[in-house]
Every structure is written in structure tokens, then in C-alpha cells.
């Protein structure tokens, strides 16, 4: 299929967010090679002077009492004319215009919720240039509840699944990658034979492995990306640098090495979370959450495993697919999951958010009877179900500005969560790493598997 414009630039947004007997060995370059920006990337950055616009709430944590009026404080040059909005996350609200004082600061009378949920200022530069800001309001998130249902056969559905996948051969195929290999760690393609989307019966699921160097033993790291088509993050480095072997995972049906271009007919379709929705059997993402338990089949083969810590790490779609995992793998021993995606899929049909793919489920093509089956599929895969089936501890991590997976969505699945968690927000951080993110994980998660940060 051909690949459109969208998916390269899911793959920009999106952050979001890794041998057989015996492992080869291959040659270690001098230094890494430099970091490809995403295919959506390149070549874009700001048009014309730019205006920054601060936006913040009146309590230092963002948080508020249901009830409790919120104010929101704007900061920016003297005389910008804006418009803002005020409003439920995610949904319509309409827009004011202001003018900036001379102080420099606008304040706004927000209102409040008297429902859980998120109440988010937007504020954009009408004069003067681009500029954007935003600040998004909690009322009791604690007690955010999903609106997605459970279907009554969701756990045979999947034992289903995991008997068809266990009745594929591994049939592993690795290769050397000596521009990726450093004096730290050694690197490979991957290659693994995963279950087909009818009709076909098997598939091929590609990945990039890497080893510490040194005799070991290690933890292993299953890693799956964002969204779109593309290679590991450079932090993945990181974690095989710490001493974790990490394979990191694309979940479509093409090697991560070259990356395939705009354009190229081995590519997949920009649509692709949408792909096969009418029935969950055909689901593009079944072939996708059975490929991250193929990638552990493979792990636990490696020599240099530890046999005790198998992690499932990611952000945003990668995220998701830690969480599914983590709930489908009894042999994953801990998470490390930030701003997933997935949460809550069938929120606008309630009149709330939901997470990315954020579907709508509006195809006018679509009969009622074909739109109920899209979103009963969803049930099937959406990270609120698979959360209520986690076991084992897990580190969550996002920001109450996320306008891609936003807080409603991933607090309904936190909410859900009985197994041992964590919570850190970044409350100004939108769908996006922080550096204080990259340290706070590299603490957790060398504490659970017995080593000194």
C-alpha cells in the first residue's frame, strides 16, 4: 500500500515515545551515527516572528476540588491581540478575543467542573505573530472512570490469539548492524515470523536488537514505538549502555533499516489504527500486540538474559503496546509506560475524549450497524481493558497539557489499574519527553531489577 502524507506526520509528532544460541559479534565504530530526524521532520520549522504566550493556573499543581473555580493567568507582550478558548480538553468551546494589558499578564476566569475531568485554557496570538499556549485544569482525575465497555469474551479472544501465535515457529533471522554498534553494545536486525491479518496466515515482525557488551547476565526490554514508520529514539542506546538488552520493535510489516520513504509501495497506510476495524480478528493492531509477545518469545532466548526481569517499555503508542504486553505476557516481571495511547477509544462517542487514534467513529459510509461493530472492536483493544489485567508493577508518566492522548483517557485507564503502580505528571508537558522523565525512569527502573542507579 502507499503510504500517505498523515502517517509521516504522526511519525513527526509523535516521541512517544528494542540470537539464537549464541550472539554474533560485530565491529564497533569509532562514534554512533547521527540521529535521522523523522521522515515528517525534515525540512520543517518555524514561518515568521514568533510571540510567547505562557499560560498557567492559579493552583501550583493544577489540581482543584470539584466546584472550585480555576483562573488562568496568560503572560505576553504588552498589546498581542489573542483569542482564547475555555473549555472541557478536547472539546468545542468558544473563542474570545483579548488584548494583552501593559503588564504583560491577562488573567481569565476559567469557571470550574462539576464532573471529573480536565478544564483547558487555549490561547493564541492574533497580531504580532505565531504564538500558542495552553494550561489544562484537573478536577479529581482520581476519579475518572472509563466509558469503555468490556466485552464478556475479551480474555478467550485473546488466549485465542496466543494459541494461534504459539503455533508459529519463531523462525528468527538476525543480522548484523555494524553502523549502530558501539564499544558499548552490539546491534542487529531482527527478523521474527508473526501471525498474518486474514488472509493472510503468518507475518513478518521486524525489530533492532541490542546488547551490552560484557558477559552478562541482563534484564531484557521489549520496546515498541510511537506512531507512524520509525526507527528507535537515541535514549534506546541509553538503556543497552545502562546494561538492558533491548529489543526495539516496528510494528509494521517492513525493516527498520533503511526506513522506507513517502511514497515507497512497501509502505503502510496512513490510516492504518483504523485498518480492518469492523472486525477484531482482522484488526490491524491484533497482528501488532501479538508481534510485542513474539518479540519476548525471542528475548527469553538470548543467552545474556538474566531469566528473572523482562520489561515492557514505551511512550504513546509505545505505551499502549507496553500495557497490552504487560497484561498478556506472564512472564513480563515490570513496566515503564508513558502518555499511552489507546485509552478509552470510545470517549467521543460520550461526549469525552479519546486517546489517540482519537476515532470518532463519523465515516458517513458507515451504516449504524457498521459503526456499532467499529466500536465494539475497539473494546477489544483499547488499554482500559488490558489495564484491569496488569500484575505486575508499573511506572506511568504524563502531562496534563497532552492534546494526543489526553489526561482524561489515561487517568481512565490508571484508575482501572489493581496492580502496583506509579504516577508522575509533568503538568505543563504536552505529548512530549522531558528530560527529567529520561533520569526518573533510568532510577526506577535500575531499583527494580537490583541494580545501583
Known amino acids: 500500500m502507499k503510504a500517505s502524507p498523515a502517517l509521516w506526520l504522526i511519525a513527526a509528532l509523535f516521541c512517544s515515545s ?5 550472539s554474533p559479534t560485530a565491529a564497533a565504530p569509532a562514534t554512533p551515527p547521527p540521529a535521522t530526524a523523522a521522515p515528517g521532520a525534515r ?6 516572528p514568533q510571540v510567547k504566550i505562557t499560560v498557567t493556573a492559579d493552583h501550583d499543581d493544577w489540581n482543584y476540588q470539584l466546584g472550585q473555580p480555576v483562573k488562568f493567568t496568560v503572560v505576553a507582550p504588552a498589546g ?3 483569542s482564547y478558548t475555555i473549555g472541557p480538553e478536547m472539546m468545542p468551546a468558544e473563542a474570545k478575543a483579548a488584548v494583552i494589558p501593559e503588564s504583560g499578564s491577562l488573567v481569565l476566569e476559567g469557571g470550574t467542573l462539576q464532573q471529573p475531568g480536565f478544564l483547558r485554557c487555549i490561547v493564541t496570538a492574533t497580531s504580532g505573530g505565531t504564538g500558542r499556549g495552553l494550561a489544562t ?19 478467550a479472544f485473546w488466549r485465542k490469539a496466543k494459541a494461534e501465535l504459539g503455533a508459529i515457529p519463531l523462525d528468527a533471522k538476525l543480522t ?17 515470523q508473526n501471525v498474518g491479518t486474514p488472509p493472510a496466515a503468518t507475518s513478518r515482525f521486524y525489530g533492532i536488537l541490542y546488547i551490552p557488551r560484557g558477559e552478562g547476565p541482563f534484564p531484557a526490554m521489549m520496546s515498541p514505538p510511537g506512531a507512524g514508520v520509525r526507527g528507535p ?3 534506546i542506546w541509553g538503556w543497552a549502555d545502562l546494561g538492558f538488552i533491548v529489543l526495539y520493535v516496528g510494528i509494521h510489516e517492513v525493516p527498520l533499516r533503511p526506513m522506507p520513504e513517502p511514497g515507497d509501495p512497501k509502505a503502510v497506510p496512513g490510516n492504518y489504527p483504523s485498518v480492518g476495524l469492523q472486525d477484531p480478528n482482522a484488526y490491524y493492531f491484533r497482528r501488532v500486540i501479538l508481534g510485542c509477545l513474539r518479540a519476548d518469545d525471542y528475548l527469553v532466548t538470548l543467552p545474556k538474559w538474566d531469566h528473572k526481569n523482562l520489561i515492557a517499555y514505551g511512550g504513546s503508542q509505545g505505551g499502549y503496546l507496553s500495557i497490552t504486553t504487560a497484561a498478556l505476557d506472564p512472564r513480563v516481571t515490570c513496566g515503564e509506560i508513558s502518555y499511552p495511547a489507546y485509552c478509552d477509544e470510545s470517549g467521543y462517542t460520550h461526549g469525552r475524549p479519546a486517546g489517540w487514534p482519537a476515532l470518532k467513529f463519523n465515516d458517513p459510509n458507515d451504516t449504524e450497524q457498521q459503526r456499532a461493530a467499529k466500536i465494539a472492536t475497539t473494546a477489544y483493544f483499547d488499554s482500559v481493558n488490558f489495564a484491569r489485567r496488569i500484575k505486575v508493577p508499573a511506572h506511568y508518566a504524563w502531562g496534563y497539557n497532552d492534546e494526543t492522548c489526553p489526561p482524561t483517557t489515561t487517568f ?13 505528571i509533568y503538568k505543563e508537558a ?6 527529567a522523565l529520561t533520569d526518573l525512569e533510568h532510577a526506577w527502573l535500575l531499583k527494580q531489577v537490583g541494580k545501583t542507579p
Open 18 to 22: 528494542a540470537f539464537a544460541q549464541q
Open 43 to 48: 525540512g520543517r520549522g518555524p514561518a515568521g
Open 80 to 82: 498581542t491581540n489573542v
Open 137 to 155: 485544569a484537573a478536577f479529581a482525575p482520581e476519579k475518572i472512570k472509563p466509558t469503555q465497555t468490556e466485552p464478556a469474551d475479551f480474555d
Open 176 to 192: 548484523p548492524m555494524p553502523n549502530e554498534t558501539t564499544d558499548k553494545h552490539e546491534a542487529f536486525a531482527v527478523d521474527l
Open 233 to 235: 529514539d537515541r535514549d
Open 412 to 424: 481512565s485507564m490508571y484508575n482501572v489499574l489493581t496492580a502496583p503502580k506509579e504516577l508522575k
Open 430 to 435: 504536552g505529548h512530549a519527553r522531558v528530560p
